[in-house]
């Protein structure tokens, strides 16, 4: 009896120093083999699901409390769900030479699809942009650019800065990591008296989450739900382009303007000035010396890259070639790397290199894809068909976009949340005769503002890590964003896709680009 709990505990201590909590991953890796389990062999398979379905669902629910529960890491999850796929028969297999096989061109089709290439390509940028501290410099000049002095200026700031970093670094959580220690440096110049403790709260909340969730919806490779979204339209020949969809999303943008009326308003920061604010922070840029020729090098590459992602098939501003995104990111690769180009070692660029997530979207599109061709996203879409169905399409999307966020309150991952939600979404698009991208882009977009919870976005958890507010005082700003968001997606955006040539009301409209 010793023995054994001599053994719970040092697996406990491991957690822990692992940084996660035991009493949070012993019951969510058992719950999730354990349901696994119970949908492949003991629960009974629902009308209309299949057996492929059935183990797909086992899957999806194994994964999602994986996720949710931190049990193994989102990556390692990731690149576990094509190998229970393969395990469960939950993609059907193919005969080949009188033999059946798994079908391994859709059960690895998450590692092979040309967004995922695309990605790696963007973390590789934000990896060398790193290590030189370009990332550093554009923060710092542009707060020093705009004299930073009050809270105001610096939200704005802040703002400006993330839009940039949107093109340069993937991913969200990726972008708060590497603006937090300059937003500490902000904050630490403020006092502790209550009315800057409060501004406090309102520069990081705003700064690290609101601005960098709402930049990311707007560049492709700047979040990766994006990507997975792409991959859905792309397989049902809606092909979207890197310009075509910043045009698409960039109205997005203006919901900044209403969050920050929101916190200005809810944290009373109005006309609160920070003590030596604009000249710390010209001291710290002017510190980093001139540009490098490294640093030089970088952008230019990467502005030669991003042309060719925009003069791509359809580019309105020159079609250059018809290669895929994906491919023009391979090629991004090799000129990145030429010989020279940079004074690193691989194993430095490797370390600052997100791998873990590059996993989690590799398996959350292979999630996409089983759920697709195992018939479940067709009928899941038909079991909450009849909750929604006979409403206005703006009641729809109420209805749809509330639920999304009840879903959410649970999950850290935005990626996984979206894999499993875009491919239902779309699929029930054609039963309510709405137009399936736009559909899928308004419900799913509300999703990445899942603002009640620091831990339904990493870019939360980071901000919180910094012990500067509450989860009481993220929830409180935070209700009334998400209200702003579901608002903003049906009066704003629903309008300007259908301006563009997608009406959500129209499901034959004829694709635009």
């Not at 009050?150 to 959580?173: D, Q």
């Not at 070639?321 to 391979?330: A, E, F, N, S, W």
């Not at 979206?418 to 029930?428: D, H, N």
Request: with cysteine; proline share 5%.
């Amino acid at each position: 009896m010793t023995m054994t709990q001599s053994w719970f505990e040092y697996i406990a201590d491991n957690i822990r120093k692992s940084g996660r909590s035991p009493g949070r991953v012993f019951p969510g890796f058992i719950a999730a083999w354990i349901l696994l389990a119970l949908f492949l062999w003991v629960l009974p398979q629902p009308e209309g699901l299949n057996e492929n379905g059935m183990a797909v669902l086992g899957v999806v629910i194994w994964a999602s409390i994986m996720w949710v529960s931190e049990a193994m890491p989102v990556g390692i999850t990731g690149i576990s769900v094509p190998t229970l796929l393969i395990l469960t028969h939950g993609v059907p297999w193919v005969e080949k030479k009188g033999k059946f096989a798994p079908p391994m061109d859709i059960v690895f089709s998450g590692f092979t699809k040309h967004v995922v290439w695309l990605c790696l390509f963007a973390f590789l940028v934000g990896a060398v942009m790193q290590l030189l501290k370009l990332d550093r410099r554009i923060a710092l000049g542009i707060l020093s650019k705009i004299k930073a002095s009050n809270v105001g200026r610096v939200i704005w700031g802040m703002f400006g800065v993330n839009v940039i970093l949107a093109f340069l670094i993937p991913a969200a959580n990726a972008r708060a990591a590497t603006l937090l220690p300059v937003v500490k440096g902000i904050t630490s110049l403020l006092s502790d008296s209550p009315q800057e403790q409060e501004a406090k709260k309102a520069i990081l909340i705003q700064s690290l989450v609101y601005g960098t969730m709402i930049c990311g919806v707007f560049i492709m490779t700047a979040h990766l739900p994006n990507l997975i979204m792409v991959n859905i339209f792309s397989g049902a020949g809606y092909s979207i382009n890197y310009l075509q969809w910043a045009v698409l999303q960039f109205p997005y943008l203006g919901m900044f303007v209403l969050t920050q009326w929101w916190v200005r308003y809810h944290f009373k920061t109005g006309g609160i000035e920070i003590a030596g604010g604009h000249s710390r922070i010209t001291e710290q840029y002017k510190a980093l010396g001139p540009m490098s020729r490294a640093e030089w090098t970088l952008l230019i590459m990467f502005a030669i890259i991003a042309l060719l992602f925009m003069m791509g098939k359809g580019s309105p501003i020159y079609q250059l070639h018809t290669y895929q995104l994906g491919v023009i990111g391979l090629i991004g690769m090799m000129v990145l790397f030429i010989p020279g180009m940079f004074p690193f070692k691989w194993k430095e660029v490797q370390d600052k290199t997100i791998w873990g997530t590059f996993l989690l979207l590799g398996g959350a599109i292979t999630l996409t894809a089983a759920m697709s061709k195992s018939g479940l996203a067709d009928w899941l879409a038909s079991s909450i068909h009849n909750a929604v169905a006979g409403h206005s399409w703006p009641m729809i999307l109420f209805i749809m976009m509330i639920g999304t966020h009840i879903i959410r309150i649970g999950m850290l991952s935005n990626v996984a949340a979206v894999a499993m939600l875009a491919p239902v979404v779309f699929a029930m698009a054609p039963g309510l005769n709405l137009h399936p991208v736009a559909f899928t882009l308004l419900v799913c977009d509300t999703d990445t503002y899942a603002y009640l919870l620091p831990t339904q976005i990493t870019a939360a958890v980071i901000a919180y890590g910094s012990d500067e507010f509450t989860v009481t005082d993220y929830a409180k700003a935070g209700w009334v964003c998400i209200l702003i968001a579901i608002a903003y997606g049906i009066g704003i955006m629903a309008p300007w896709y259908a301006m563009l040539g997608l009406p959500i009301w129209d499901a034959a409209a004829k694709w635009p680009f």
